[in-house]
């Protein structure tokens, strides 16, 4: 059974940092799969963060986190990771980590993932 896991969330004021963690069950063929970020804000559609390719080398951002998020992975430990720096109010949101099969590209494209993990709430305040 497939089973993501995200911790590292909390509360943090604006300017803040924060770094996220995803960790994945042995069921999943971990280096196979894009990986990626995604976020929900109360009221809002769920929204693709950052996404990275299976062997690490290609990521793609929202234009409202790029230069301010990095997206890693280490497939060895099954684990993928989201740092947020400069965090923002507009950053409070459900953040849920998500697989897909890696089928010549990665997407923001929510839609397109088959696994996620139950999400880590993020607050930032200003």
């Known amino acids: 059974q497939v089973q993501l896991v995200e911790s590292g969330g909390g509360s943090v004021q604006a300017g803040g940092s924060l770094k996220l963690s995803c960790g994945a069950s042995?069921?999943?063929?971990?280096?196979?799969?894009?990986m990626g970020w995604f976020r929900q804000a109360p009221g809002k559609e769920r929204e693709g963060v950052a996404v990275?390719?299976?062997?690490?080398?290609?990521?793609y951002y929202a234009d409202s986190v790029k230069g301010r998020f990095t997206i890693s992975r280490d497939n060895a430990k099954y684990t993928l990771a989201l740092q947020m720096d400069s965090l923002k109010p507009e950053d409070t949101a459900m953040y849920y980590c998500?697989?897909?099969?890696?089928?010549?590209?990665?997407?923001?494209?929510?839609?397109?993932?088959?696994?996620w993990g139950q999400g880590t709430q993020v607050t930032v305040s200003s």
């Open positions: 998500a697989a897909r099969v890696y089928d010549s590209t990665c997407t923001l494209v929510e839609r397109t993932y088959r696994y």
């Open positions: 042995s069921a999943l063929s971990f280096s196979s799969y894009c």
């Open positions: 990275i390719s299976p062997g690490g080398a290609i990521a």
